[in-house]
Each structure stands twice: as structure tokens, then as C-alpha cells.
């Protein structure tokens, strides 16, 4: 249900999540969006993906994310892939673990409400622990 794509800045993994997030509008059965810090992508993807700006919102810590994401899908029982760009700039953090605390719930939530996520997460992929890299 989680698709982690990781790697150092200028790889190349924005333009590929642009691609999959093109190629979901014309696969997906339900509604897709996707969560970014600022309004870059506008222009790139596909009118129909539901462009959320988390900027605009107070996504502090991990638990706002849970509940950021939790209030997106109580909104849209429709909602089939979620996209989230550069989770790691959206959310900062001190090293790994929150971050792995947070897609293993992610994942479950994905299971339970029939949810596909695909993440960004800009940093080198070798230096990932295994709660990362099971999502590879």
C-alpha cells in the first residue's frame, strides 16, 4: 500500500512521482491527491489530482500529518492514492524513527480504507534503516 521513492536532491524523484501521479488519474477508480509544501507542482500535474498545499495548514509534527491525512479521507471516502511530496520537509524531524513510527501507521491505514500512498523523501537512500527501505 506505501511506495517509498528516496533520494539526494536533483535525482530525479519529483518528476517521477509527477509521472505516476499523471498515470493515476487515468487508472485510479476513485479520487487522487496529492500533499505538498508550496504550490510547485501545480502546473505539472493533471487538473483532476486534488492539489493540497500543506503550508497552508499547521502539519507541526507527525501526529497533525496522522490527523491532516485522517480529516482528508473523513472528507472523500473516494479517495483511492495519496501522493505526498518531500514528507520529510513537510514534517521535520530528528533522524528516522518518527518517520518510521509514522508509515508503518500510514501503511495499516492504507490497508484498512483501501488507500494507496506514494512518498517522497529527499536523502540518500543508503543511509534509510529498514523501516524506510521495506517501502523501496
Not at 37 to 52: A, E, P, S, T
Not at 78 to 103: A, M, Q, R
Request: charged fraction near 25%; charge should be negative.
Amino acid at each position: 500500500m506505501i511506495r517509498v521513492i528516496m533520494g539526494k536532491k536533483g535525482t530525479g524523484k519529483t518528476k517521477q512521482m509527477i509521472d505516476m501521479i499523471n498515470q493515476a488519474v487515468q487508472s485510479e477508480h476513485g479520487n487522487v491527491v496529492c500533499i505538498e509544501k508550496g504550490d510547485k507542482l501545480r502546473f505539472d500535474i493533471n487538473y483532476q489530482i486534488r492539489l493540497v498545499d500543506s503550508s497552508q495548514y499547521d502539519v507541526a509534527d507527525y501526529a497533525a500529518m496522522r490527523g491532516f491525512i485522517s480529516g482528508l479521507y473523513a472528507g472523500n471516502y473516494d479517495i483511492t492514492h495519496v501522493f505526498i511530496d518531500s514528507l520529510t520537509k513537510i514534517v521535520p524531524s530528528d533522524g528516522y524513527n518518527e518517520t518510521e513510527d509514522f508509515l508503518k501507521w500510514l501503511n495499516d491505514f492504507g490497508e484498512n480504507h483501501d488507500i494507496k500512498f506514494t512518498i517522497t523523501i529527499s536523502d540518500e537512500p543508503d543511509l534509510a534503516p529498514e523501516g524506510i527501505k521495506q517501502y523501496f
